[in-house]
């Protein structure tokens, strides 16, 4: 089945002053259009031509040369703007909230730097491209992408991006591309958002959950480990450290440090109910999942 250009989930001039009517036919009735017309000619007849555009765009090494740059270029394109228009809402703006504001949060620590920074990604872009919000399977980040390439590739899931191709917005802010970005931001429809961060892929950790570490001489599984367990193996490390054969150990009873405060500021009970993501990290901080040997 040919790709096809979904039609706007709002009107053309529904998220008027922040992008007019004009840029709205203009991008998505002419640019988008023309990304979506030419992936389905490069990919007619051959055995991708139904693949979905979010798969296919993971498996840009299969393609011959003759179409692997024109794909990546326009399906690119079609990928990436329909999640763009899905991405605005007339009633959007405000600020994100609920676990998409905390993992934003860990990152940038306030929603403010967030956007600051995500405008400085997007100033930064030379030429065309996009900024974006992607997750990585542990934690929320932002990435630039020049032309039309998409964070898939790269094996990171998109979030929410900005179009600064200057298609996107010089019918409105002529060169002024920082203003388009505050206003853009203006309408970006948070609940979206969530529902992608809430479906982004994670790392599975019910193995690593089973393993034992000891606590006090107590075999533990992993996933048990409560708050008081990671302060007691803390402390405990931590008086070993700088000591001889012990010099290491320091660093081991940060982790479990920083562990304690994870576990603590999500209000979790134990660390099978921190988010996969951090499991994977804390573990491998704690050597949990070892390097070459077991834990200490």
């Known amino acids: 089945m040919a790709h096809a ?6 009107a053309y001039e529904a998220l008027e002053p ?8 203009f991008h998505h009735d002419q640019h988008h259009q023309a990304y979506v017309d030419k992936a389905n000619a490069a990919l007619a007849q051959t055995p991708w031509a139904d693949v979905e555009p979010a798969e296919l765009l993971t498996r840009l090494s299969e393609l011959p040369d003759t179409i692997r740059g024109t794909v990546r270029n326009n ?8 999640l763009f228009w899905e991405s ?65 590739s790269d094996d990171l899931t998109p979030l929410l991006g900005v179009d600064v191709w200057e298609h996107a917005y010089y019918l409105d802010y002529c060169n002024r591309r920082a203003e388009y970005v505050r206003a853009w931001l203006e309408v970006v429809d948070w609940d979206v958002v969530a529902e992608r961060f ?20 107590k075999n533990t599984p992993f996933g048990e480990i409560t708050l008081d367990d990671a302060r007691t193996q803390s402390a405990e490390l931590g008086a070993l450290a700088g000591w001889g054969p012990m010099a290491k150990v ?47």
């Open 88 to 152: 605005m809402s007339p009633t959007g703006g405000g600020e994100p909230g609920g676990d998409l504001a905390r993992a934003i949060k860990e990152t940038f620590r306030t929603i403010g730097t967030f956007k600051e920074t995500i405008e400085a990604a997007a100033m930064s872009t030379f030429g065309s491209g996009w900024a974006w919000l992607v997750h990585d399977g542990t934690r929320v980040l932002i990435v630039t992408t020049t032309n039309q390439d998409s964070p898939l």
């Open 75 to 82: 399906l690119g394109g079609h990928f990436n703007h329909v």
């Open 250 to 296: 320091g660093t081991v009873a940060r982790a479990w440090g920083e562990l304690a405060k994870n576990l603590e500021g999500r209000g979790a009970t134990c660390v099978a109910e921190l988010d996969p993501g951090l499991v994977k990290k804390m573990a491998m901080d704690l050597w949990v999942i070892p390097p070459e040997r077991g834990m200490i």
């Open 5 to 10: 250009v979904p039609d706007l989930p709002y």
């Open 18 to 25: 922040q992008i007019s009517a004009e840029t709205m036919r």
């Open 198 to 217: 809430a479906a982004a892929p994670v790392p599975d950790v019910s193995d690593v959950l089973l393993r034992t570490v000891s606590i006090s001489g």
